[in-house]
């Protein structure tokens, strides 16, 4: 793998034998099974740089589109995937067909989970720190939403 990006927290990678040309590897410094480990300055960093690495993938090699895929297990890796039309990736799914009637209460369920989405919250995230804190930083007053939506497993 080549080295892209480092800071304090993460390293992105560029994946020799990935499963796509432009295949990105994110990882945190400290290391992790699951996001749920990490603080989350580290998760926010993590998924920032995700966003950027798409960004650079989607523009600096003409890709049509991105996913991004976070693995968690054995390490946790978030992997930032360019694709072309008949790239061959097998990420495809059957849509489930669901009466209408089945949709409405889904669609309530989901719309009072995402009230904070929307909410104003700081434009410019903070510079990632220099070194990993040996422990977590204060908790903020009630759940930072921001990453509230990143613990919750299948």
Known sequence: MTLIYEDGV??????????????VVITPKTPAKYMS?????VVVQLWYCASFAATAV???LGAHGTNILC??????EI??????????????WDAQRKD?????????TIKEA???VGK???????????????????????????????????
């Open 71 to 76: 693995y968690e297990g054995e390490s946790l």
């Open 120 to 154: 104003e919250v700081e434009t410019r995230p903070a510079p990632a720190p220099t070194s990993t804190p040996a422990k977590s930083p204060p908790k903020p007053k009630g759940p930072d939403h921001r990453v509230l939506h990143l613990r919750r497993r299948p």
């Open 37 to 41: 480990e990490l603080p989350d300055n």
């Open 114 to 116: 995402m009230w904070y």
């Open 10 to 23: 993460v390293q992105a990678h560029v994946k020799a034998d990935g499963a796509c040309v432009g295949h």
């Open 100 to 108: 209408p009637s089945e949709i409405a209460p889904l669609a309530s």
């Open 79 to 92: 992997h930032v995937l360019a694709r072309v039309p008949e790239d061959g990736l097998g990420l495809r």
């Open 58 to 60: 989607f523009e600096g």
